[in-house]
């Protein structure tokens, strides 16, 4: 096991991926709405998803672990304050709002330490209302960074264990070399996700 810590330089990131457009899942997920409603977009960074969830006219509470981030997200131009919150907050701090219509997380939950990602998982769940929706990635036990002993990495088996309590609507699941958005190689393992919360009496499979 590799006792050294995941880092990243995220002011670097942030300049990295500026301007680039929203993921894919959030896109996905949102076709499946029939009007706009309240999404808490996790891991925002500086607000790519958030701006597009705006657009559409959803009320947005982005919640980031780096002040940075927010500091971004509430710098970009025609942001809609009256239809936005924002919290600089980690994961093991969280608190999210209860009856949450769309909980969006792009690539931000193999972030949370393994230690509270059980924690994270039970309250995302929770504060989504029946019918709402997950979208983001989880990443998977074959990535290069599976070895880092503070990242949350899972098997597909344990992926479709953490969403029983979801229809799955897409499940994708992407092994491939490639680069960071810093030009780093590295190995991708990852699941594309975009799940609605079935009815506590619901017992179908997923």
Not at 39 to 64: F, M, N
Not at 115 to 127: G, P, R, Y
Request: charged share 25%; aromatic share 12%.
């Amino acid at each position: 096991m590799n006792n050294q810590v995941f880092e990243r330089k995220w002011s670097d990131y942030y300049q990295a991926v500026e301007g680039r457009p929203p993921r894919e899942t959030l896109l996905m997920a949102l076709e499946k709405f029939e009007e706009p409603q309240f999404a808490v977009d996790l891991g925002c960074g500086d607000g790519r998803d958030t701006v597009e969830l705006l657009k559409r006219g959803w009320r947005v509470l982005g919640i980031d672990g780096e002040a940075e981030a927010i500091a971004r997200l509430r710098s970009r131009p025609y942001i809609d304050f009256n239809r936005l919150e924002t919290r600089v907050m980690r994961f093991q701090d969280l608190v999210l709002p209860k009856s949450v219509d769309l909980i969006n997380a792009s690539f931000c939950l193999p972030f949370c330490p393994p230690e509270h990602f059980s924690d994270l998982w039970n309250k995302i769940v929770s504060a989504l209302q029946v019918g709402g929706r997950f979208c983001g990635q989880f990443f998977g036990d074959r990535d290069s960074w599976a070895t880092y002993p503070n990242m949350s990495h899972h098997t597909r088996s344990q992926v479709e264990e953490l969403l029983q309590p979801f229809t799955v609507e897409v499940l994708q699941e992407e092994q491939h070399p490639g680069t960071t958005a810093l030009g780093e190689q590295k190995y991708w393992h990852i699941f594309h996700i975009v799940a609605c919360k079935k009815s506590i009496n619901s017992n179908h499979d997923i």
